[in-house]
């Protein structure tokens, strides 16, 4: 089973602990609505554990593999690309995963893209909420 195979299978079963051993410790996560990344195990994990909270009817619909250049130090590793689909805030989510690994098979770099913009909005202001309700982001955060 791959790590992208894993990785899909922790999801699915929501299990955060599966994701923990799926992670490099200083893994980043790009996400749709902030412009720098979430970096670190502790801070990504927390946000899976609010993503997980947060998607309604979330599946995966295709998977595609390959190598990409990573954003954080411009070298080419391998990838997944893992689309899927669901529904924030009765918002209907199209989106992809792009999974970047290091040499021993752990994810270290995570770039989620979406469509549409109402949905990418909806997906923001829903994490937001999470993750301050979590300890995560200051609670003045969600009122920017």
Known sequence: MTAADRFRDAVDRRDIAALDELFTDDVRFYSPVKFVPFEG?????????????????FRYVGQYDG???????????????????ATV????????????????G???????????????????EAVLAGLVADGLAPASAAGQ
């Open 89 to 104: 805030g009765g918002k209907e989510i199209h989106g992809i995963d792009l999974l970047h690994f290091a040499e021993d």
């Open 67 to 85: 190598t990409a250049e990573t954003s954080a130090d411009g070298t080419s590793a391998p990838s997944e690309v893992l689309l899927f689909r």
């Open 106 to 124: 752990r994810i270290k770099e995570f770039t989620v893209m979406v469509r549409p913009q109402s949905a990418v909005h909806a997906l923001g």
């Open 41 to 57: 195990k502790p801070m990504v994990l927390g946000l899976f554990g609010v993503l997980l909270r947060t998607f309604e009817d």
